[in-house]
């Protein structure tokens, strides 16, 4: 079974075929995680995860819009997280590469979502662009909550990763399309290195369309050329990477089967 545990189906990108696409998935017998940005997203995020069975939710403020996080916001997301299929806050975190919100209000809003999940007793998702050192001292210091993190759409260094492991802090990883390039033999050389327990796959869709279909849209069944990807780069078959990160992914969130 394949679990694509980062996507956004409720993008606008989506809104032409968002009902042939959820059908699809249906088909595909996958489950899928989608993740919030914003109070719109993160409120449809729920609603997605409450009308079908096979899709959960995480909810929370990315740090594009940290600049927009008001206490009515936290108030939805306390609100939402009470639904049992809500299953992370998420996606929180920095993104200094676009610097869309100022760099002193994403670390105020990052810290504050980490202890609002604490609260709520759920782990978290988190973003992470041109912040590593940064995201890996907050954690270190701010995350309590056993229930742990996962770094999404991971590419840092194989040095990070190491200190990341060295934490007690339940933290694992997604690797996402960009694994399949041909220029990304760092991220290549890095993923083996991540134990098989503390990985997931996902494909951030719409974004980050893996090969073949990059330059396309990206859609929670391409999730499977990620699978493959790591089938080589572990040695395992296909089928085995994606029952170990399903299985990961599972347990993580607390799901059933």
């Given at each position: 079974?394949?679990?694509d545990t980062h ?191 503390r990985i997931f ?57």
């Amino acid at each position: 079974m394949l679990f694509d545990t980062h996507a956004h189906i409720t993008d606008e990108r989506f809104n032409e075929d968002r009902d042939l696409m959820i059908d699809r998935i249906k088909r595909e017998g996958m489950l899928v995680l989608n993740c919030g940005c914003d109070e719109k997203s993160s409120y449809l995020s729920a609603v997605l995860a409450k009308r079908y069975d096979f899709f959960y939710a995480a909810v929370g403020m990315h740090p594009h819009d940290s600049k927009d996080y008001t206490d009515k916001f936290e108030e939805l997301i306390k609100k939402l997280a009470k639904e049992e299929k809500v299953v992370a806050i998420g996606e929180i975190g920095l993104d200094f590469y676009y610097d869309n919100s100022p760099r002193d209000i994403q670390r105020e809003i990052f810290i504050r979502q980490i202890h609002l999940a604490d609260e709520l007793d759920l782990p978290i998702i988190i973003h992470s662009r041109d912040a590593s050192e940064e995201t890996y001292k907050i954690l270190k210091e701010h995350l309590k909550n056993p229930k742990g993190a996962v770094l999404h759409s991971f590419s840092q260094s194989t040095e990070m990763l190491k200190k990341y492991l060295a934490l007690d802090k339940n933290i694992h990883f997604s690797i996402s399309g960009p694994v399949t390039f041909k220029n990304a033999r760092a991220l290549t050389e890095m993923v083996p290195n991540i134990p098989l327990e503390r990985i997931f796959i996902e494909t951030d869709c719409p974004y980050l369309t893996p090969v073949p279909f990059r330059g396309k849209r990206n859609n929670p069944t391409y999730v499977a050329y990620v699978a493959d990807k790591l089938s080589e780069l572990y040695g395992r078959t296909t089928e085995e990477i994606a029952d170990i990160t399903a299985e990961n992914a599972m347990r993580f969130f607390g799901i059933k089967a």
